[in-house]
């Protein structure tokens, strides 16, 4: 495995800095007031990167799996909530048009999400599924031109400015995965309806909404991939997927880090005890940005790394609440004043525990795979 970043990873990294802290930074606040970034989701789209790895034929940069995953590491030390934007519009709400649509759908389709004049988003989770995707039970039921669609789905990340749903159905009787099918389906169709943006603890300035489908008529041209294939589609893509909650986790831990490591250095009391747990977060960082890069490397050449996404998930995200606390507990009382970022990164890092798969489905994961 190669330790070091080409010269066009370097750039990429050099320039997702750059941009993140002229055009992000100064919005954080706004974001905290539950501000959706449209502004910022704009620029992104006329800079590429909401299109970072997808191929220049459809409109996208045509970067590797790497420099996706830098722009989503370097855009979430400023703001996790940009980077899950980032993170979720690519890896779920585009890849899975690009690896299973037809001509026609990725013609369609893929151009506007990678010039970002549409935003994806991924319609899997239910109020009765949870993490066992395979109980899902919004109901696609067949029609003399495709399918109606009646149920609902939950915990939608950019749902409320979505313009496209990659969404899992019930096509079949049989049990589990079998009989699940994915769909495109816009936000404009009349038997759609999102919900309110949901309150969260963390992550204010993205939208996670419900979706209602009632008697929602969709053209047979808008199944992705083959009918009953869905289950495939959506664990094919949420490989991608954890490797950026991965990467947000990351730059969550390494914000926190960096600002708890200044705090220190200013002030006179540098016990042995804090020094001590500095050097613990910085060796769990390092592990991490590891873990995490070593996922990508795998991705990249297409060979066979679900254990190790599982595990730079697992490792990452929990380094992530892990050194926020830390900081906080270093930071004293100062860290609950409003000018101290480290309560509004404890509150994001938790999330990366639970979406694109808990801990504990990762644990499983990784189990299986040691067996």
Do not use: W
């Amino acid at each position: 495995m190669e330790l070091t970043l080409t010269k066009e990873q370097l750039d990429m990294r050099a320039f997702v800095q750059s941009f993140a802290n002229q055009e992000i930074k100064p919005n954080v606040p706004a974001m905290e007031q539950d501000h959706f970034p449209t502004e910022i989701v704009e620029k992104m789209g006329i800079q590429g990167l909401m299109g970072i790895p997808i191929p220049e034929e459809y409109d996208g940069l045509g970067k590797d799996f790497i420099s996706y995953i830098i722009a989503i590491h370097e855009i979430s030390k400023v703001s996790a909530a940009v980077g899950v934007i980032l993170s979720v519009h690519t890896s779920v709400g585009t890849n899975p048009i690009l690896n299973f649509g037809t001509n026609a759908q990725k013609e369609t389709y893929i151009p506007k999400l990678a010039k970002g004049n549409y935003l994806g988003a991924f319609a899997l989770t239910e109020p009765h599924a949870g993490s066992d995707a395979a109980k899902l039970r919004l109901k696609a039921s067949k029609t003399e031109t495709g399918y109606e669609l009646n149920g609902s789905k939950m915990f939608i990340t950019n749902g409320k400015e979505a313009d496209t749903f990659i969404t899992f159905a019930r096509t079949g009787e049989g049990v589990g995965a079998k009989g699940i099918s994915a769909f495109v389906v816009e936000k404009d169709n009349p038997g759609l309806s999102i919900g309110k943006n949901e309150q969260k603890m963390g992550l204010h300035g993205t939208s996670t909404v419900m979706l209602h489908f009632d008697r929602c008529q969709l053209d047979k041209r808008q199944l992705l991939g083959n009918e009953g294939e869905g289950f495939r589609v959506a664990m094919a893509n949420l490989n991608a997927g954890r490797i950026g909650i991965a990467a947000q986790a990351l730059g969550i831990a390494q914000a926190a880090f960096h600002y708890i490591s200044n705090e220190v250095k200013q002030r006179h009391n540098k016990s042995q005890n804090t020094l001590f747990r500095l050097a613990e977060m910085a060796t769990k960082v390092e592990a991490a940005t590891l873990l995490v890069y070593k996922a990508a490397f795998l991705m990249e050449r297409q060979i066979p790394c679900v254990q190790e996404v599982s595990k730079a998930k697992l490792f990452t995200t929990k380094t992530a609440r892990e050194i926020t606390i830390d900081a906080i507990d270093l930071m004293g009382n100062d860290a609950m004043g409003e000018a101290c970022p480290l309560a509004r990164y404890f509150r994001d890092a938790k999330v990366t525990e639970i979406y694109e798969g808990t801990s504990e489905i990762q644990r499983i994961v990784i189990s299986k795979h040691m067996m």
